[in-house]
């Protein structure tokens, strides 16, 4: 690659780690696995830059990042189960500590939920709705028609309703 297109790869990481990194955590539900899939994934969107259409950088950017989360999570064997989530220093009074305690705990019971999802489901819900694509960006980005989009997007949400409504209640997801 030559240095302009390596100044250029460059750029992309820059403005866009920040985004990927977010749009990983959903799709794992794991910080660490995350940082690991974004790399996954610029080590193959640099091998392939230069074929990669200028204004679809992105976009092929995240069909990649959904489709190495998918396979991980085909690969795992053990599931790992989180214990506890390390909390933000809360800066303010104790009541702003407690809306903020709150949006962490809404946060946390929505990425518990969100992991009870297939793969493919959770890729569609996160790229549909986080990331604010179309259904047939979302269905590009994937491999897969805008029906079943529409389909896994409409079975996912039902899903995570029962979830969240679990949650509310005390039961134990699984």
């Known amino acids: ?42 080590v193959i969107v640099h091998r392939k830059w230069r074929s990669i259409e200028p204004g679809a950088t992105m976009a092929y950017a995240r069909a990649v990042l959904a489709n190495q989360s998918a396979s991980w999570w085909r690969r795992r064997r053990h599931p790992e189960v989180l214990i506890a989530s390390p909390g933000d220093e809360l800066p303010g ?51 897969i028609s805008a029906g079943s989009v529409k389909a896994q997007a409409s079975r996912g949400l039902d899903r995570l309703r029962t979830a969240l409504t679990t949650l509310e209640t005390g039961e134990r997801i699984r």
Not at 1 to 29: K, P, Y
Not at 95 to 101: H, L, Y
């Open 1 to 42: 690659m030559n240095s302009e297109a390596e100044a250029e790869f460059r750029r992309f990481v820059e403005t866009r780690w920040q985004h990927l990194v977010r749009t990983a955590v959903l799709l794992t539900g794991d910080q660490g696995r995350a940082e690991d899939l974004v790399q996954q994934t610029l």
């Open 93 to 143: 009074s104790a009541q702003a500590g407690r809306d903020a305690m709150a949006q962490i705990d809404a946060r946390d019971e929505l990425l518990r939920a969100l992991a009870t999802l297939p793969p493919r489901m959770r890729a569609v819900i996160v790229l549909r709705y986080y990331d604010d694509l179309s259904e047939a960006d979302t269905a590009e980005a994937l491999g």
